[in-house]
């Protein structure tokens, strides 16, 4: 089955710098869209961004445009979201999704906190 493990978080000042990664496994991964989201205590879900199957065009947030990069290593399964100039408003559980080419998000992994603190 679809396995997504996320990696990279921890502790950072404002603005400092982390790379999160997604692995994936079981599933061929230059067929499927990934996203990421994240989720703040007491808030819902909200998306962050994505990266196309084909093309590998990106979509971000508007709170995150500028900030956040998202890419893809095809040949390692992983995508890579590097997120600059943090702010204590991105302190959230940051979750990897895949969706098949264009359609919904139906896998998840289990999340990375990260935590944007002085």
């Known amino acids: 089955q679809v396995q997504l493990v996320e990696s990279g978080g921890g502790l950072v000042q404002p603005g400092g710098s982390l790379q999160l990664s997604c692995a994936a496994s079981?599933?061929?991964?230059?067929?499927?869209?990934m996203g990421w989201f994240r989720q703040a205590p007491g808030s819902v879900r909200e998306f962050v961004a994505r990266i196309r199957w084909i093309g590998g065009t990106t979509y971000y947030a508007d709170s995150v445009k500028g900030r956040f990069t998202l890419s893809r290593d095809n040949a390692k399964n992983t995508v890579y979201l590097q997120m600059n100039s943090l702010k204590p408003a991105d302190t959230a559980v940051y979750y990897c999704a895949a969706a098949f080419r264009d359609g919904g998000y139906d896998s998840w992994g289990q999340g990375t906190q990260v935590t944007v603190s002085s």
């Open positions: 079981g599933l061929t991964f230059s067929s499927y869209t």
